[in-house]
C-alpha cells in the first residue's frame, strides 16, 4: 500500500511538473518612450525572443517613475500580475529615469527621496505578486560635446543600480552599455539611429539637454533620445543578452543569432 501511495504521489508530482513547463514565460516592459512602441527599442527586444515567451512591451512616452503609477498605467500592470498562475514565470523589466529628471512639471522626481523609492516599491509590488521585477538604468542620449558624448543620466544610472543592489534584484545596465556603442559611433552615425534624419542645422547643434522626451518641430522629428528603426535594432541586440545574463532562466528564450 505505501507503495501504491508513493508511486501514486510521484505520478501527481510529475503531471504538476508537466503542466507547468507546457505553459509559456512572460516578459512585460515597464518604462518610457526610449522603451516604448513606435519610437523606442521595446518592441524590437520583444522580437529577439521566441514565440515562447509572451512579451508585452507596457512602456509609455513621457512618464517617469511617478507619473507611470501616477496616471493608472502602474495599476494596469498589476491587474496583469493577477494572472501569474498562468505563466511558468513573469518578468517585469523596469526602466525610468529621462523624465525623472528636474524642469518636467507633473514628471519628474527627486533623485534622492523620490525616484530610488518609486523603483523599490516597484520591485516590492512584484515580488508579493510571485513575479521577478528586473531593473534596468535608462538608455543614453545621442548628443556629443568636443567629441564626447555627455553623461547626463549617470545619477539616475547609479541610483537604479543601488536599488538592484540593495534589494538583490537583476540589473541590465544599459545606460553602461549603450554609451559605449554610442560613443564608439560619433555624432553622425548616432543621429542615424534617430527617429528621422537631421535637419541640416541640427546636425552639427547640440541638443538642448533639458528637452528630454520630444525635441520636435514642425518640420522634422529628429531628435538624440528616441530611435527608429535602426536604433530600435542596436539597443535591442544590446539588451537582449543583458537581460538573458542577468535572468539566466531567459538563456533559452531567445532567438538564434
Known sequence: MKLILAAMLGLGMLGTAGAQADKPARLLLIGDSTLAPRNGYGDALCARFQPRLQCLNLAKNGRSSGSYRAEGSWQQVMT???SNADFSATYVMIEFGHNDQPGKPGRSTDL?????VNLARYVDEVRATGATPVLATPLTRRTF???????DLALWAQATRTVALDKHVPLVDLLAASREAVQAMGQAE????????????AASAPQDLNAVEAVTTKKSAFDRTHVGPKGAALFADIV???LRKAVPALA??????
Open 112 to 116: 534622492k527621496t523620490e525616484f530610488p
Open 145 to 151: 560635446k568636443d567629441g564626447q558624448l555627455v553623461d
Open 190 to 201: 548616432a543621429d542615424t539611429l534617430a527617429v528621422e534624419p537631421p535637419p541640416a542645422a
Open 252 to 257: 533559452t528564450s531567445g532567438k538564434p543569432e
Open 80 to 82: 496583469l500580475l493577477q
Open 240 to 242: 537582449a543578452p543583458l
